[in-house]
């Protein structure tokens, strides 16, 4: 009864708003119980046909869950060709597609495919904020990008983190704890380095569903369905301005932590 093929997937991501050309950043969760026939490799093949050969297909390879501060803690490095997503299945079958480019970062490593995508990744290794100014995350911004949630929430938005970069010095507290980590990275020609970045505070608990309420509100959010998967869409610009508006009103999509208090994360997301 919900059964569906690319072909009809494809379909349905055009009906919401995916054309071709599009730089496309997607989060998704594969349950083969929503009706998609076919693997995870399918899935990423379908995704990246859904904008061509003239866009670009972007997902997040995060290789960790809980908080970027506490993975950094322990001192791990990143081996950009071989340190696995923790991003679900879908992100790990993307990273090892033929073709696929993962940007040099040890906590926020984004993987591109597309005309755009060797420049999408580059420099990684030199931004001392994961997701903010020289990021990929900036590029996609300069891209006028979208980002699909792929029967995942809201709270998978990781772009969240480049608007509060972009908008820190108008934050009344502090974003990034002040530590600096260095650490050991492999990049794609097994060259080893030393990356330098912060961690995100632990201080805040980010609210994405705060930004999704307002969005939603102005109609800022489309929504597809094909079988018994459900998306939906956004633009970076409607984010970037929406989030904006709210810092710029008080409405600022954040808690703080009491000290002592139960914390939560948005860092793997």
Known sequence: MFSYDAEKLKSGLRKVGIVESDTLM???????????????????KALAESVGEKGNLLMVSIPFRGAAYDYLAQGKGFNVKKTLSMMGLVTEMFRRREGTFRSLHPTHPVLARGKDARWLV?????????CGRGSPFEKFHQLKGKILFFDVGFGAITFFHY???????????PVYDERLFSVPVVDADGQSHLVQSYAFSKNVRRMAEKLEAEMERQGKIRRGRV???????????????????MVEAGNLPYELVPSGGQRRHQDDE
């Open 26 to 44: 997607v989060h998704v969760n594969f349950n083969p119980e929503n009706g998609f026939r076919g693997t995870p490799l399918d899935l990423v």
């Open 122 to 130: 580059a420099d990684h290794d030199r931004c001392l904020y994961p």
């Open 163 to 173: 608007v509060e970069d972009l908008l820190k010095e108008r934050i009344p507290f």
């Open 227 to 245: 079988g018994n998967s459900r998306f939906r869409l956004v633009t970076v610009e409607d984010v970037v301005a929406c989030f904006t508006a």
